[in-house]
């Protein structure tokens, strides 16, 4: 009896079942493995004892496991628990191991960003040192992009997608008045810039919006965005800027911080998003219309519209996770290797996952313009492939028809 | 020599161009009909003498015609100017029927909401007593659905349709969660409750969310908002608030107003949206996490995930309204009315403009059940096919192919 389990952590995205249905699928066609389980809410369902029979779910139901496939966020839950050190809290990896033992686990999947492939690098360590035949492996998943290793994360396409296809809604939004307007759309990203400059997607022949794009990756400077404003409003009407939730000055002070005047029940600021923020400083400077744009979760769980590259993507990496551990690898994420630019290829390899582990990618300098309020061109060529084509989802009652996740309301 | 001119007034819908594809089309098929002009930016653009010739645009070019069908907003850019008395201002009267004479403008579409309807109503009014020969129609939209004598307005469907999705993914993207939390999801709406309300086609087998759903057309009690969450709460984890920005307590005050600590320049009170504002109430009052999304304008230019059924609509009004101008009517609104029920079947038909103009329709009573905080399954009835049916437009360099609008852009 050889068994697998699989869970997910973190943040949703519009892909990570996709790459569970990978996993899945994979280890159902696979000699090696017998069954697939669940654990609910990552690794805290491992600990808990609280899983799904994926077997027995899917297996005699192929229908409902490709409508996973085209589900955003967590089938299985998620959680943000970071692993304890072994040294301080070894009862908990003894907990995690028995449960293993006694299910006939031999491999773990780990679908989640930063703390998730920290926790698969515990394990993985753990697991070789007290000489436990269980295969660790991390699969890739965050809209943020910010996993290094890798050349991009399964979710950050679908995100930058939403991004860019509401960007692009908000300047037809926004042109049709004959009057002057400043729209701020605050972006999610609190230390890497990726999905602010997925923004930049957007532009069209016609369409030139965003017009500015800010990241968190150069010190923003209030004086000169103002100046920048009042410059492009000498040749046009409306102005569309995209700007990070973590943009910060010089001394890396959020500019979200920087004007409050709301206090909660014990008196402490309550920190107005970067967009308001903005808007509200524009407004008092400028004698124009100003509004701003929060695209808030929407952005990180729009399976409506998905990129079809990230979905195939996202199922790849959950197939090669198990190709990789039925070979005996442990201690590895499934990494995304861009062989050709264009015409684009990618192929999945396994990296070290303590390359990973506990580090952040943020956006490269030459992938930024000079005056840092703009993407270039090398950005464009690197992000233009992983928005490319459409989810294939089904509607039902003029919705879409999404996999229940009832086990998710106890 | 007989044209006709067409124009488009107010806040965007998704299927706004679906309407002026409906005139562009059969005004192109008519033979009554020689060239087919549009004025920019509403009424303005007659006034203006700024007109675009959709004949020489359009006339040899089918593909761009059926991408004007999915583009939303407006193609010929919008205005929000009230078309003054007769009585006080006649040089504006004589300024736009000089113009049509001058064009040779037989028939007048105006597509908008309630101020259009009054600007159909005025100007029909003033061609008949000063017995000149121009037809004038009014074509409906607004994502507010609050025209009266129409079953429902084109454009609320579409935006109904991406409230509803929103919602279930808002759903997918917090039961992942094993905490307590509450979302709140403020839509548009300022005095009629029908976006709001669409919230409720959200619900599946497994989400029941919104858990609650507020329209301004029931005075909103906070005190009751907060014991109905709690009493919630003792049964459910995650509970989500669908909340119209436009709900009031029962006096009329706005909720939105209520509580606020932000100024500005001249230090005045900066309103919080109704979201924020019930976000910190709850904050402050329950132990749990508590967050807030505005869909904000998102939610009427949402074009990749409109309604078929509503684009479909759209376009027969349009062409009806060509058809009943040129069969000698003047002073008419295009209509939708339903036949059945179910199966759903609708017809359009001609109603006095001035039924129309400057009415309001709220949400009748019984779409609403007796604690003011859901809608009732004659709501549902009523609004399910509305949302039927997936748009057809075409995708470009992963985003949305919509038509070039970069005459707007001057």
């Given at each position: 009896m050889s068994n697998c389990i699989v869970a997910q952590s973190g943040g949703p995205t519009a892909v990570i079942n996709a790459s569970l249905y990978g996993v899945i699928e994979a280890a159902f066609n696979h000699p090696k493995i017998d069954t697939v389980y669940g654990a609910l809410n990552g690794i805290t369902g491992v600990l808990d004892d609280?899983?799904?029979?994926?077997?027995?779910?899917?297996?005699?139901?192929?229908?409902?496991?490709?409508?996973?496939?085209?589900?955003?966020?967590?089938?299985?839950?998620?959680?943000?628990?970071?692993?304890?050190?072994?040294?301080?809290?070894?009862?908990?990896?003894?907990?995690?191991?028995?449960?293993?033992?006694?299910?006939?686990?031999?491999?773990?999947f780990y679908i989640g960003g930063n703390d998730s492939m920290d926790t698969v690098s515990k394990l993985s360590k753990y697991a070789k040192e007290h000489q436990l035949d269980v295969k660790i492996i991390g699969i890739p998943k965050t809209i943020d992009n910010d996993l290094v290793e890798t050349d991009h994360t399964p979710g950050y396409g679908s995100a930058a997608k939403y991004v860019a296809t509401s960007l692009l809604e908000i300047a037809h939004d926004t042109y049709i008045y004959n009057l002057e307007s400043v729209t701020i759309v605050e972006i999610m990203g609190r230390n890497a810039g990726w999905l602010t400059a997925a923004a930049a997607l957007a532009r069209t022949t016609y369409s030139t919006a965003p017009d500015l794009i800010y990241l968190p990756e150069t010190p923003f400077d209030v004086y000169l965005f103002i100046e920048r404003i009042k410059t492009l409003q000498k040749n046009q009407k409306n102005i569309i800027v995209a700007v990070s939730e973590g943009?910060?000055?010089?001394?890396?002070?959020?500019?979200?911080?920087?004007?409050?005047?709301?206090?909660?029940?014990?008196?402490?600021?309550?920190?107005?998003?970067v967009g308001k923020t903005l808007e509200y400083l524009l407004a008092d400077q400028l004698g124009c219309k100003v509004r701003s744009i929060e695209l808030n979760v929407l952005q990180r769980a729009a399976g409506h519209v998905a990129s079809y590259t990230d979905i195939q993507e996202a199922v790849s990496v959950g197939k090669a996770a198990v190709e990789t551990a039925t070979q005996g690898l442990t201690g590895k994420m499934m990494a995304i290797k861009r062989l050709y630019a264009d015409p684009y290829v990618v192929d999945i390899q396994p990296v070290n996952v303590d390359l990973v582990a506990n580090h952040e990618k943020e956006v490269p300098k030459h992938y930024i313009n000079d005056d840092g309020d703009d993407v270039t061109t090398d950005f464009m060529d690197y992000a233009k492939p992983l928005i490319e084509g459409e989810t294939r989802l089904n509607y039902k009652n003029g919705i879409p028809d999404f996999i229940n996740i009832l086990h998710l309301k106890r």
């Amino acid at each position: 009896m050889s068994n697998c389990i699989v869970a997910q952590s973190g943040g949703p995205t519009a892909v990570i079942n996709a790459s569970l249905y990978g996993v899945i699928e994979a280890a159902f066609n696979h000699p090696k493995i017998d069954t697939v389980y669940g654990a609910l809410n990552g690794i805290t369902g491992v600990l808990d004892d609280n899983t799904l029979n994926l077997s027995e779910i899917f297996g005699h139901n192929h229908e409902t496991l490709e409508q996973l496939k085209y589900t955003p966020a967590m089938y299985l839950g998620s959680c943000r628990y970071k692993l304890p050190d072994y040294s301080k809290d070894p009862a908990t990896y003894e907990k995690i191991f028995s449960f293993f033992n006694k299910k006939s686990i031999d491999y773990f999947f780990y679908i989640g960003g930063n703390d998730s492939m920290d926790t698969v690098s515990k394990l993985s360590k753990y697991a070789k040192e007290h000489q436990l035949d269980v295969k660790i492996i991390g699969i890739p998943k965050t809209i943020d992009n910010d996993l290094v290793e890798t050349d991009h994360t399964p979710g950050y396409g679908s995100a930058a997608k939403y991004v860019a296809t509401s960007l692009l809604e908000i300047a037809h939004d926004t042109y049709i008045y004959n009057l002057e307007s400043v729209t701020i759309v605050e972006i999610m990203g609190r230390n890497a810039g990726w999905l602010t400059a997925a923004a930049a997607l957007a532009r069209t022949t016609y369409s030139t919006a965003p017009d500015l794009i800010y990241l968190p990756e150069t010190p923003f400077d209030v004086y000169l965005f103002i100046e920048r404003i009042k410059t492009l409003q000498k040749n046009q009407k409306n102005i569309i800027v995209a700007v990070s939730e973590g943009i910060k000055d010089k001394d890396g002070k959020y500019i979200a911080a920087a004007v409050s005047g709301s206090y909660d029940a014990f008196g402490h600021a309550r920190l107005s998003g970067v967009g308001k923020t903005l808007e509200y400083l524009l407004a008092d400077q400028l004698g124009c219309k100003v509004r701003s744009i929060e695209l808030n979760v929407l952005q990180r769980a729009a399976g409506h519209v998905a990129s079809y590259t990230d979905i195939q993507e996202a199922v790849s990496v959950g197939k090669a996770a198990v190709e990789t551990a039925t070979q005996g690898l442990t201690g590895k994420m499934m990494a995304i290797k861009r062989l050709y630019a264009d015409p684009y290829v990618v192929d999945i390899q396994p990296v070290n996952v303590d390359l990973v582990a506990n580090h952040e990618k943020e956006v490269p300098k030459h992938y930024i313009n000079d005056d840092g309020d703009d993407v270039t061109t090398d950005f464009m060529d690197y992000a233009k492939p992983l928005i490319e084509g459409e989810t294939r989802l089904n509607y039902k009652n003029g919705i879409p028809d999404f996999i229940n996740i009832l086990h998710l309301k106890r």
